[in-house]
């Protein structure tokens, strides 16, 4: 089956204590991306990958880091999280190209708490 | 820079009733992407429809229709005799050729279908 996957699913965590949300895709797409949904505030991107070793900043990066090592992978590292950084988060992938022009597919999300 | 408004913060209807959600975008690209995503209380996001910037077609799909208006920038989303499962947030998307990575979102119609 054709997936996005995240994990952790739900994670509460403390401030400043180094997480990687993990993202594997089983579609052999190209391009991933990192989303933050907060109340009110729609979906934000925050990193994109057009290709392995090809990462860009998307609308909100500050405080997260990415790697594209492999094709289907793309982790969400939160090196010192902050209470800021609580959300929801998405991990999306779609074929060569990125979302112009192409379907995003969606992994379930990633709900993210920082105490 | 690219931009999606969706001015309906909350729409509630009955049952049977028709109902439109509006999106309103703006673009410097002449190639782009227009979309709609649903987000049912479960927290998936399930994709609707990927327009492009050269087909002003209308579409319908069942009890859904879309209307695109490049003179007025608008991508707008009907759903005709809503049903309750229709209940869910409703996100408008954009991508442009320029920067065919980068996608940017509506902050999202929450759509609430009584009985």
């Known amino acids: 089956e054709a997936q996005v996957t995240q994990n952790p699913r739900y994670l509460i965590t403390v401030t400043g204590k180094k997480l990687t949300v993990t993202c594997s895709q089983n579609?052999?797409?190209?391009?991933m991306s990192w989303y933050r949904q907060d109340p009110g505030l729609g979906l934000r991107q925050i990193y994109y990958s057009m290709n392995v070793e090809v990462t860009d900043k998307g609308d909100v990066p500050e405080g997260y880091k990415v790697s594209r090592k492999e094709k289907r992978n793309f982790p969400l590292i939160l090196e010192s999280p902050s209470p800021n950084q609580t959300s929801l988060y998405f991990c999306?992938?779609?074929?060569?190209?990125?979302?112009?022009?192409?379907?995003?597919?969606f992994g379930e999300g990633s709900w993210l708490t920082v105490v | 820079a690219q931009k999606v408004t969706q001015a309906q913060t909350e729409i509630s209807v009955v049952e049977k009733e028709d109902v439109t959600l509006d999106c309103v975008y703006e673009t410097r690209d002449t190639t782009y992407y227009l979309f709609w995503y649903k987000q049912p209380p479960s927290g998936e996001l399930v994709f609707l429809i990927r327009?492009?910037?050269?087909?002003?077609q209308n579409e319908i799909s069942g009890r859904y229709s879309w209307n695109f208006q490049k003179s007025t920038s608008s991508f707008n989303f009907t759903i005709t005799a809503s049903q309750v499962v229709d209940s869910a947030v409703y996100f408008c998307?954009?991508?442009?050729?320029?920067?065919?990575?980068?996608?940017?979102f509506g902050d999202g119609t929450t759509l609430t279908v009584k009985p």
């Open positions: 999306a992938s779609s074929p060569l190209g990125g979302p112009a022009g192409n379907t995003i597919y």
């Open positions: 579609m052999n797409h190209e391009y």
């Open positions: 327009r492009n910037s050269f087909d002003e």
């Open positions: 998307a954009l991508s442009g050729n320029t920067n065919a990575g980068k996608s940017t």
